[in-house]
């Protein structure tokens, strides 16, 4: 199992840098480990409210929100969260905020 | 600049869509486009398109295996540039047709293509086979029951003969897909290959915690036979599911949804053979491809199974149906009970519909032909 190493962490992931272990492993550096790998040059308070949500709604509901429930939360439009995460809501916020990789005909 | 990954939105070009068709039009059809009078096919692989001005466009259309290298396309470029002013072009099929704008040049460009051994065969016109639409397989999916490429390939040998003349009652479209996700067109070809499992999906509980969204495999299952669970991994109680083996039948839904979720297996896969679909309106509606054999075993390299199974089918058709008549308008004439029995294809259970709308597809009527299909 491929291990990451950041800020003295150690990370279980898969080939495409998603936690294995899911939320249980995730804290402050791995948000900064991935804004590093997603091209993000610097954290915003915007950016914390879509992984927030994100990280709110996973935790009740066992599932990512859909892409509309996102941006009717966080009150961003697609196209705002893809200015914050460049890779889009699910490989790079979804991988910031610890959730597991988004699966189905991607 | 060269892509910088340190500042990966610099100079990033995006949303351009794909280049205008127009840009890639060979003279003689950007010149006549939308005034074709008619057209002939004048042997098989090759037609001809007559415009309101008097010009002609000869069409040459040869196989391909789809899954192809970068090298064979070069080479279909030197064709192109060789002959046809450096222009060709793909079908909804996957084959190839290079175009001239004279019949002299046709007879050097088949000379040219035939030189060049069995890599591009002419055909795939008119009341023949043509190249099979199909997918990934063990090739780059990873919820296949069975292969594409080989079996593709095995079938078409067989079939090799039909792809380079024009002999059947009408067109025959075969399709293949190597799971019941249907890439493609599978549920409505004349001939349908689809990749079948048989066993229901295994749950690894030590990894499900991590990589699932267990409500997303719960409502992926079609019959509902997935359901929350709790189950103990190293001494700690998780969240996962527990699958109803006896509601279950094998499509993999939930694995696509949930990695934690395998179900392919060795012995269980397989194939299954559906025919009798259409997509034109030509005389009668469009209809799906309905199942005719539930389950052939996985053997490659060759497929010898599936590939006699497809042949007896194409056979038998071609033997017994009437000029213009598609595979599913022939079964429906006779009767399906007579469609089994003329193949000699034994009926089973597992062509008899059980899902939700099944009703309609029983027989609500004593008409009805003695066949020795059921004994
Ligand atoms: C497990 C789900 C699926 C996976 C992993 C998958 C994977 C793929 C891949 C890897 C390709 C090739 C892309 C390329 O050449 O760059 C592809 C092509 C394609 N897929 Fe899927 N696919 C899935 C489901 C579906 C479904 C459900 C459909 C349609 C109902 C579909 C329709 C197609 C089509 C039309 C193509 C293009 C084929 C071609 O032009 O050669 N796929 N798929
Ligand atoms: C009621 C729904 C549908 C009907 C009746 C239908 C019918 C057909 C038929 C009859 C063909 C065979 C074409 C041939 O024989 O040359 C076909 C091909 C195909 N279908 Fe469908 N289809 C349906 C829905 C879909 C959907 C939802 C998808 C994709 C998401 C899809 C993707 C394809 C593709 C990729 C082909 C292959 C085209 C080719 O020959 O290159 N179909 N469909
Ligand atoms: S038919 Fe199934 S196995 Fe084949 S490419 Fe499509 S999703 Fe993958
Ligand atoms: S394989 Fe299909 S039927 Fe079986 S449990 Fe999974 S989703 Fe349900």
Redesign the pocket.
Known sequence: MPTIEHNGNSYNCDEDGFLLNGMDDMNDDWIDYVKGVEGIAELTDEHHKVIDALREYYKKNGIAPMVRILSKTTGFPLKRIYELFPSGPGKGACKMAGLPKPTG?V | MGYDPANPMADRITDIGPPHYSKFHPPVVAKNKGKWLWHEITQPGVLVHKAESGDECWTVRVGAA?LISTELIYEMCDIADAHCDGFLRFTTR?NVEFMVDDKAKVQPLLDDLASRGNKFPVGGTGAGVTNIVHT?GWV????PATDASGVVKAVMDELFDYFTSMKLPAQVRIALACCL????AVHASDIAILGVHRKPPMIDHSRITGVCELPLAISACPLGAVKPAKATVDGKEIKTVKVNNERCMFCGNCY?MCPAMPLADPDGDGIAILVGGKVSNARSAPKFSKLVIPFLPNTPPRWPETVAAVKNILETYAGDAKKYERIGEWAERIGWEKFFEKCNIPFTIKSVDDYRLAYDTWRTTTQFKYTNAIK
């Open positions: 005909c | 789809r996957n990934q780059h999916c990873h919820t996700n249907m890439c493609g696509t």
